[in-house]
């Protein structure tokens, strides 16, 4: 792992990637996750930890269910939460991330939870901050998502165990845009899953390196074929300008996930999502709203990841 994103001693200093991470750093994270569970669904004082601590969420892009969850996280642990609105800044007149991070920095906040649309952003904001000062990448562009990978490995593990070595793992859709799919990848080849599969349309997939290691194809029925767990990715819509598909409806007929086509991968798989779902496009009511959709799990355990990772960052 980079060293920015460490201390000398090995601890985290910020959360910037699961990229080069190991299985013993992602297991301990995801192991505080599960023991802050029940703090993070119901609200049990755990508010002293981070007395005294301000929060920053930093967002240059739209985001739901990401915001709000670090914003639940934060409150859980106690410290004061900044909610910086981009549309009624001081950006809209031009300030540059750098500089608006920098005047916060200056008004006693501790940690910024950023996301941005160029790749790198968060890092060379981390760059830029006071030794102290702490980072979580919310999302940057297509390269990182790192708390929405340990969730996704906890809501995996919490339904398939800790050895990730028997299991095979589905990944289709839209990968090429997908900073999910790319955090997902990390923590999946450091936790030693079995088979990681990849599938979508040529013009949905990278060719950048992202795909090593893994089994890739086009063809959505063969990839489904016994696998235990099924993540399906947003169909990025606002790319469709640049004709990456011939029509949503084709799409949804040649890698739409239905019941019908679910009954190929293993009877006791799971379906994931990091949403927002286009229903009828990437995915179908039937399937979303169904018993092995364990998406509103990923969307709960959201909460818990995000105060393992403020507590780690900022409680030591």
Known sequence: MSSPQLHSDGRLRHLLTLEGMDAAMLRGLLDAAE?????AMSGLSQRNVLAGRTVCTLFFEPS????????LAAKRLGADTLNFNVATSSSSKGET???TMRNLEAM????????????????????????????I???????????????????????????????????????????????DLHA?????????????????????????????????DAALD??????????????????????????????????????????DAIVMHPGPMNRGVEISDAV????????LDQVSNGVAVRMAVMQALLAG
């Open 35 to 39: 023991s802050l569970r029940p703090q």
């Open 64 to 71: 739901t269910r990401t915001r709000s969850s670090f914003q």
């Open 97 to 99: 991330a750098m500089d």
């Open 108 to 135: 006693g906040v501790d940690c910024f939870v950023v996301r941005h649309a160029e790749n790198g952003a968060v890092a060379a904001l981390a760059a830029g901050a006071g030794a102290a000062t702490r980072f």
């Open 137 to 183: 990448n919310a999302g940057d562009g297509r390269s990182n998502h790192p708390t929405q990978g340990l969730l996704d490995m906890l809501s995996l593990r919490q339904r398939k165990g800790g050895d990730f070595s028997r299991l095979k793992i589905l990944i289709a859709g839209d990968v090429k845009h997908s900073r999910v799919a790319r955090s």
């Open 188 to 220: 999946l080849r450091a936790l030693g899953a079995g088979e990681i599969r990849v599938c979508g349309p040529a013009s949905l997939l990278p060719d950048d390196g992202t795909l090593r290691d893994c089994t890739v194809t086009q063809d959505f």
């Open 226 to 267: 016994g696998v235990d767990a099924v993540m399906m990715l947003r169909l990025q819509r606002e790319r469709m300008e640049e004709g990456l598909v011939p029509s949503l409806e084709r799409y949804f007929r040649d890698y739409g996930l239905t019941p019908e086509r679910l009954r190929r991968a293993k009877s």
């Open 288 to 295: 979303a709203d169904g018993p092995q959709s364990v998406i």
